[in-house]
């Protein structure tokens, strides 16, 4: 009778302290995830929302009148992203990049009035982009390899100069820009938190200097990505 009257006072406390604390049950089940991983129950990466923090270097080239104005890869580019993924197939999150263009004439003679002046021609486009994205995924949040594709939409600063040795002209301004991309993440081992990250994307914006006329460019980028719950 004593060890029924324990038993049942041991209950009733189980229940209250459960009551009072609902995540209760949801951390005793990760406990037991970390503890025993061939356990059949999901992921905490496949059964809540989770954050990510991925950061990429890589190369871009320019199209259209950028592509004429500064000719070759852009001479740095890198973006930054950190993101909500839902439980499925969606995620969404920021992203800043940074492009950087330049292309250097070979000196030449340029006429000032009645002056000939011998200068070397300088041609540069900076631009420092953030854009808010949606991502659909191809795969579980678990899987080794999860393709997605993605689409952005913010501004840009653009900083488009041209120099004539020290002497400079051109515009700074800040323009509407969007993104459309497509991408892998690949986890470096099941159910970790760290793996690699890589992305190709298309950039756009209606941006018009006396130099440039709309700014087009395409990216390819990798990296590494740190995901946690």
Known sequence: ?????????????????????????NKKQDYEYRSFPTRTMGSPFERYTHYQISARYGVAAPLGSLKDYTGGMAKYHYNLTGEFIYPKNWSFGVQFNYSYFKDRLPRRIYTDGTQDISSIETHSLGATSIHAFGKYHFASTNAPIRPYVMLGLGGTGMRNLT???YLEDGKRSFALSGQAGVGARFLF?????LGADVQATYFYSPF???YLSNVANVSASAGLFYRWW
């Open 189 to 193: 081992s099941k159910n970790g938190n």
């Open 208 to 210: 018009k200097s006396d």
């Open 1 to 25: 009778m004593k060890r029924l009257l324990l038993l049942a006072l041991v209950a009733l406390a189980f229940g209250s302290q459960a009551q009072q604390n609902p995540d209760y049950y």
């Open 163 to 165: 120099y004539y040795g």
